[in-house]
């Protein structure tokens, strides 16, 4: 008897073909390059020939084997069914299995209840493809080595930097940090390793215990260096890891044994049915309009001859006088040499593989070559991600964020552009030029779906050199809709329609139209896009990308000259324009000087950023990497006399708790964790427990370990402030605390006396009940104490509870009560201290441009978790106030506050309301990414603001800094002019709609109360 077992899957087919004694008797594996059908037709041919049609029977499992078994009408079993049922029949032992493939991974929970393995438990990845092998493809190919090398190179690393294994494209903006900061590649290929099994064990076990012996399998198995990284994030000893001996096929494996054992049997059909099926396959997917005609290049060839004409160059016969551009990217550098005109004399552009300085020493020689003998640099600017490192390596004068380097190249081809839209290997940006200054910009968050990178990776898939990307585009006759989603997702879609057989020009002229919906929709939103649009960037080279953004916006845009380079040309212009005096360049010649990189990890506070010091031949070594200004260069330190409110702040906060010595396990010990609302209540408890005679414990300031811990001990995927609370848990538990103060805070006093009483997020309220998920408090003997208080009703409920407290802590009533006043009078004067301070600092600084920090005291001003955004605003030369710091309570008029039940949305709307007054005030919205409230309450701040520009920043656990620079950097250039009045454009209105109108109430989906909530509107009479 031979039975085979079918396996194809996202990337790749396996297929195993077993006697009666379960042997192996042929197994096979390969890629499908999107043609799993087809694939799977040649493997059966294959083993029908090998084995004479002497075939008894056939299971198909894997993503695509549900088709083929649908088609062939033969048995199929779910894939984590096959893995467990090959894994426990080689190594009935095992506890955990993870499987690892292309774009799928599972983690699966054996149990040995009834004396026999089976299956207690599983996981499978989201829809996001950061765990998976085509992630760990991608980031081979880009830093040039094989899948192969790469797995040898992971094993010489020595350090092991920490990589968002998140989306593949955060990771690829960490490796490009990294490689910008010129960290070795092994350790950045073993950091990659690292990053999936973490992504794995924080997304797919969430907590559950990982139990040895365990089995990994699947095509990534292959990878030593994630071996490595398996073995050493669970904990295992050698013994524990088993790499079973055919782990590329075990689902081929699995699904033969569930046939042998007769539980998912069927008869084996032959080939010939999937040939049949290819033959008459047809098939009608969604389509989009046709490229072409289309008249975007005939007015950009008109611009450039326009252009051309404008610019006319004489090469004097001494000396030329030259401004050099550099605009280092996540991909590219570019470099160009302009006159003092501005007419561009010569231009670089040359993708950097990683290695930025290695490019800007060669790019400087090819710019020498370009231009004339006698040539004198009067100065450099540079921009792009990398400016700090490049602008010190060559001696730049200018070092400018590359939204007003972009702005500033533009406006210099044509004055009268008022839209830009750039999109480059992995940023995309989006500018808004009111009259030739910035009023608005964006640049894509999180995500790379609408940048070059997307459709480099799409094109290195379908076999197409990118070149020539744009003219297949054009020949399409009906591009296909593939949807605006995940990079990777978009390779599942396009691997659907190549399976069936659509022509490659439909499905590249459709990856056109979705980096074009991707941009629209991520990048620029629901803001204005103007008459007269360029698109910059190197994908503007894309015929095809042209032709869908003026399908799509019905507009035509303009691909001006040098598109390539308008980053580089802006940064040169500013150089022009900026330097009085001698250059600090260093010269074209640069390929002599030698550099050394090394990274140390920086232990002068909780932050512990990541410094890398790049020491050049003959002069001081530059630090980079360090949120606080301990390495900063002397030129870039913030003016002493601008204070940093945000830890003047912190520190008020704890001073109201005192010093404590000794052990922290016996005796009247309170342990407080930094977090949530303690934040700005600290005062209070510290002061309410310190007068019932306990010594207050507070964990340690926020830190990159905390906040580790507290990723993988989350259960779920709630925001990053409720993960930070679980890694300060655990923290006090570590100080061996026995006594935990958490309780369920439900409301707080209202921002303003007009109002009643301010909520707080559900998130937050639970956290007493959240946490007994993460933590076994009763087996550590930790006793929680957790009441639940509202501190928003003083009076008979308020007092209720303050008794409940006193039963809790065995504490006399009298005394409680006492010590509760004398914490009400220092929280009284915490508050008392914010408004002061905030009163003499509008005054000090009335006219100063004042950045507002609006955001929940415990993520703005928690200064491990708010990416040092209070040095960041104090490096630009500008002072960073805290929104509790606002006159909040004078507001006068609060008829916008109708309805706004949340504290914190109470405390931004009404700072909103002042900021929109006051012309020296810009707010920096700061908030989480997932942030429930948020969601809705930053649509009021912005209709509240007006016109005024603002910046969101959107922050968790894998944020870059080196973005947040670069948007703050701009947002401060782009507000420089508008220190003005704004006035409300729309008056609010509140409609009432009454029952009896007949009306029915839509109620939002958001968790399954809304069932509930439906039903007792109906018991009432009214349609829901």
């Known amino acids: 008897m031979k039975y085979v077992g079918l396996d194809v899957g996202s990337g790749t087919a396996k297929i195993a073909v077993l006697d009666e004694n379960k042997n192996i008797l042929f197994w096979k594996y390969e890629r499908t390059n999107g043609q799993p059908i087809e694939t799977a037709e040649r493997f059966l041919s294959l083993v029908e020939k090998e084995f004479n049609y002497e075939l008894s029977g056939i299971t198909c499992t894997g993503t695509a084997g549900k088709t083929i078994s649908q088609i062939l ?50 996981a499978l990845n989201t829809l996001c493809a950061a765990g998976t092998g085509s992630f760990l493809e991608q980031q081979a190919a880009r830093l040039g080595y094989t899948i192969e090398e790469f797995s040898q190179i992971a094993l010489k690393a020595k350090n092991i930097p920490r990589i968002a294994g998140r989306c593949t494209v955060f990771a690829k903006s960490d490796m490009i940090h990294l490689q910008q900061a010129a960290v070795p590649d092994e350790e950045i290929v073993a950091g990659l ?14 907590g559950k215990e990982v139990l040895p012996p365990l089995i990994f399998q699947g095509g990534v198995a292959a990878n030593l260096g994630v071996r490595k990284a398996v073995k050493e994030i669970f904990g295992l000893k050698d013994e524990e890891l088993i790499i079973p001996e055919h782990y590329r096929i075990m689902g081929a494996i699995g699904a033969a044994l569930y046939g042998l054992e007769g539980k998912a049997f069927s008869e084996y059909k032959g080939s010939e049915i999937l040939r049949a099926y290819l033959r008459e396959r047809v098939f009608n997917p969604p389509r989009h309009p046709v490229l072409v005609p289309f008249k975007s290049l005939e007015i950009s060839e008109k611009l450039a001859e326009e252009y051309e004409k404008r610019v006319y160059i004489e090469i004097p016969q001494e000396e030329l006088e030259v401004y050099l551009g550099i605009d280092v990217g996540s991909v590219s550098t570019k470099l160009v040499a302009i006159d003092q005109k501005g007419n561009l004399l010569a231009k670089v552009y040359m993708l950097h593989h990683g290695k930025p300085l290695e490019s800007i020493k060669q790019g400087l020689l090819e710019l020498r070559e370009k231009l004339p003998l006698k040539v004198k640099v009067k100065g450099v600017g540079t921009t ?36 830009i839209f750039e999109i480059g290997g992995q940023d995309s940006k989006y500018i808004y030029l009111d009259k030739g200054t910035i009023s608005n910009f964006a640049m894509n968050k999180a995500c790379a779906a609408g940048t070059g990178s997307f459709l480099q990776e799409q094109a290195v898939k379908l076999g197409i050199p990118i070149e020539e990307f744009g003219d297949i585009a054009l020949k399409s006759n009906s591009p296909l809709k593939l949807g605006e989603r995940c990079t990777v997702f978009m390779q599942s879609d396009l691997l659907h329609y190549q399976q069936q057989g659509l022509p490659k020009e439909d499905l590249i002229a459709g990856l056109c139209y979705a980096i074009v919906y991707n941009y629209l929709n991520k990048v ?48 040169a212009l500013l150089a022009k324009e900026e330097v009085k005096g001698e250059t600090k360049f260093k010269g074209f010649d640069l390929v002599k000087i030698k550099y050394y990189i090394k990274a140390f ?4 506070c909780p932050n512990q950023c990541e410094i890398h010091q790049v020491s050049i031949e003959g002069g001081k070594p530059y630090y980079y990497g360090g949120r606080c200004e301990k390495y900063e260069l002397d030129y870039r330190k913030a003016p002493s006399h601008i204070p940093n409110l945000t830890l003047e702040r912190e520190e008020k906060l704890l001073s109201y708790v005192k010093p404590v010595e000794g052990d922290f396990s016996e005796g009247k010990v309170i342990g407080i964790p930094r977090i949530l609302q303690f934040y700005e209540w600290l005062p209070l408890f510290a002061t309410f427990f310190q007068e019932l005679g306990y010594k207050v414990i507070l964990s340690p300031p926020t830190s990159k370990q905390i906040i580790k811990k507290g990723c993988e001990l989350t259960p779920a995927e709630p925001c990053f402030p409720i993960k930070i609370a679980i890694g300060h848990l655990n923290a006090l538990l570590e100080l061996g605390v026995k006594n935990i103060f958490l309780p369920q805070i439900t409301d707080l006093p209202p921002e303003h006396p007009a109002l009643e009483v301010g909520k707080v997020c559900p998130y937050v309220q639970s956290i007493p009940w959240i946490s007994p998920a993460a933590f076994k408090f009763s087996e550590l003997k930790v006793n929680l104490i957790n009441p639940v208080l509202h501190l928003g009703r ?35 004067d915490f508050h008392h201290f914010l408004k002061q301070r905030g009163k003499e600092i509008l005054e000090n600084f009335k006219d100063q ?25 104090r490096k630009l030369g500008l002072v960073g106030l805290p929104v509790d710091m606002l006159p909040l309570e004078e507001v006068e008029n609060l008829s916008f506050l109708e309805g706004m039940y949340w504290e914190y949305g109470q405390r931004f709307l009404l700072a909103a309301h002042i900021i929109r007054n006051t012309p020296n005030l810009f707010p920096i919205y700061f908030t989480n990414f997932s942030c429930g409230p948020d969601s809705f309450i930053e649509h009021f701040f912005e209709d509240l603001l007006g016109e005024k520009p603002f910046i969101e920043i959107e922050v968790d656990e894998h944020s870059a800094e080196a973005g947040v620079v670069t948007r703050l950097e701009a947002f401060v250039d782009s507000i420089k002019n508008k220190v003005r009045y704004f006035d409300i454009h729309k008056p609010f209105d509140i409609l009432k709609a009454y029952p009896s109108n007949n009306r029915t109430v839509y109620i939002p989906y958001m968790c399954d109360h809304a069932v509930a909530f439906a039903a007792a509107f109906r018991a009432c009479g009214v349609n829901a």
Not at 601 to 604: I, T, W
Request: charged share 25%.
């Open 73 to 122: 009408g033969c048995a199929f079993v779910n894939e984590v069914m096959a893995h467990a049922k090959a894994a426990t029949f080689f190594y009935p032992q095992v506890k955990t299995i993870i499987d690892i493939g292309g774009e799928d991974s599972k983690l699966i929970f054996i149990t040995h209840e009834r004396g026999i393995p089976e299956i207690e438990d599983f």
């Open 193 to 206: 390793c690292y990053a999936i099994i973490r992504n794995l064990k924080s997304n797919l076990a969430k």
């Open 384 to 419: 792009g991600s990398g400016r700090y490192l490049t602008g010190d390596f060559v001696g730049a004068d200018v070092i400018r964020n590359e939204i007003t380097a972009q702005a500033y190249g533009a406006l210099f081809i044509d004055p009268e552009v008022d839209t």
């Open 524 to 571: 620029v939103e629901d803001r204005k896009i103007g008459n007269k649009i360029f698109f910059q960037g190197a994908v503007a080279f894309n015929k095809g990308v042209v032709a869908a953004f003026e399908k799509v916006l019905g507009k035509p845009v303009i691909v001006p000259p040098h598109h390539e380079v308008t980053g580089a040309i802006g940064a």
């Open 601 to 604: 990890e920086c232990k002068g």
């Open 794 to 828: 003083r009076g008979v409920v308020l007092n209720e509870e303050i008794k409940n407290l006193a039963n809790l802590l065995g504490e006399p009533i009298e005394k409680v009560k006492k010590a509760w006043k004398l914490g009400e009078e220092a929280q009284k």
């Open 849 to 873: 441009i004042i950045l507002v920090i609006v955001g929940r005291p415990y993520n703005a001003f928690d200064t491990g978790a708010n990416l040092g955004i209070h040095y960041k605003i």
